[in-house]
């Protein structure tokens, strides 16, 4: 929770019910507009699902009874200027910026993203990450975009007087990249102009779209999960407990760092400053470090976070579900409505054309790295190029949110088949190569998410806009809700499928046979610390109280710590509901 500028916010706040975020209130971000139709601070409720409705489920041509371009995202942080960290505080020293769509009656409120928040179980196996791939499999110890900066590198003691720059590429390693986005992202947790040094330095210091570095100058020195209660069977950190009391025995993040990497990269006698143009000059340390200077620890801290999360990641692997102890040889792990589903998941519903393998996905390491290209007919009969695992299955409109088909920040395309097409990326595998007229089908593809545990993460889809397993199974079986208008990149396999009620019911069943129950009830290795999430302001859709700052107050819930042996687990998104 000290990550965040507000003291509050961190990866888990969106990440907390079998790697999801099932909060309903004040969820709504506005979509490519900047209205929220129902009003923010509004607590979702079923009937607002599916966002696209229509009077007749099973023929997407049947009249259009409601429909909304707004995305149940996960609400973030509010609007604020980064001015520094306050050393030991997990709040930085930030002013509050007029926010021209999150506000209600001039009051700011929280934040929301514009994509539904995707679960971190079993995210160690994709092989790019986030809904529109730009977290790369390189990971370059800066930022989620791996080789494609060509600024990015860390620093390395080669004495401890003498640094040298070292660029970093981590293979498969996109849990990494994805974990230093959201700690500058001044929507979920960073106030605007904050930098991973900043964030170790209160921890440990970062300009946005520089270096981050003010994360690590503020972390450095405060009490690891300091106002978060450890529950003294945690699998991972019961012996650090200090329960009744919050915090772990570590007496600060500086000396987890040292005890986590080796010394050259963070120990040294030199202090870097940061001049406003980016510059980075070395000098010997004398004292108290100025707002533009930062400890070797410091400037290093997006590499160490970055690392510590994907290993973190790494264990939470999904994979002791009854289809795991039917592939094992248990033929009763299913019952006999699960088998028909499976055989029509394989089959006519054509599910594992894009959810193949053990992981439920295309977009896996172990899938993409044998063909990151390939070349597929169109649902409009036309041949094209496309990112593997990446689908445009008529969601939204194409041109609501590009997905894949969007840009880096270095006016690059996300997409590794446009990149193909300019000749700046080569797939060996695919002949042959990419031309440079040829049709590629990127725009409004987004990643395809794994399958397990989903009777657990809705809402569903990039948007959030379905909230039940049957209302999934009806947006397939009509052929999506926008297949006409996307025909020019839409997947093939998205169609009418003749699915009958029966065998709708049966897929649904199936899909419950990917749970684990370890995730359900939050047994380890899924177990956590306390946490306190955000939950929307006190007030109304129409008001809200200011807390004397320009802000709304917020409400504060409460997650309770667990232990290796879990308990009964969160609820799912609008439970009564499922």
Known sequence: MQVGSDGLQSCASCHFHAGTDT???????????????????????????PFHKLSNPSDRTSTVVADTNDVAGSQGIDLNQFNDIIPGSAVDNMTVKPDPVFNINGVNVRQTTGRNSPSTVNTIFNFRSFWDGRAQNDFNGVNPFGSRDPNAYVLKAATKSSLEKVKVSLKNASAASQAVGPPLSDVEESATGRVFSDVGQKFNRIKTKQLPRETGKKLKYLTPLGKQIVHPEDSVLGKYSQAPKPGLKQKNYETMVRDAFQSQWWNSNQIIKVGADGTRTFKQSQGALATDEFTLMDYNFSLFMGLAIQLYEATLVSNNAPIDQFFDGNSNALTAQQKQGKELFEGKAKCINCHGGPEFTNASVRNVQKERLERMTMGDGGEAVYDNGFYNI??????????????DPFGNPLSESRLAQQGKFTDPNLSPPVGANERVAVDGAFKTPGLRNIELTAPYFHNGGQLTLKQVIEFYNRGGDFHEQNIKDLDPDIENLGLSEEEQNALVEFLKSLTDDRVRSDKAPFDHPQLFITNGHPGTTTSVTNDGSGKATVNLIEIPAVGRNGNKGTANFLANAN
């Open 394 to 407: 008529g969601v939204r409109p194409t041109l609501e949110d590009l997905g894949v088909g969007g840009k």
């Open 23 to 49: 909060r309903a209130k004040h969820q709504l971000h506005p979509g490519p507009d900047t209205i929220v139709e129902a009003g923010l601070n509004y607590t979702l409720k079923p009937g607002d699902f």
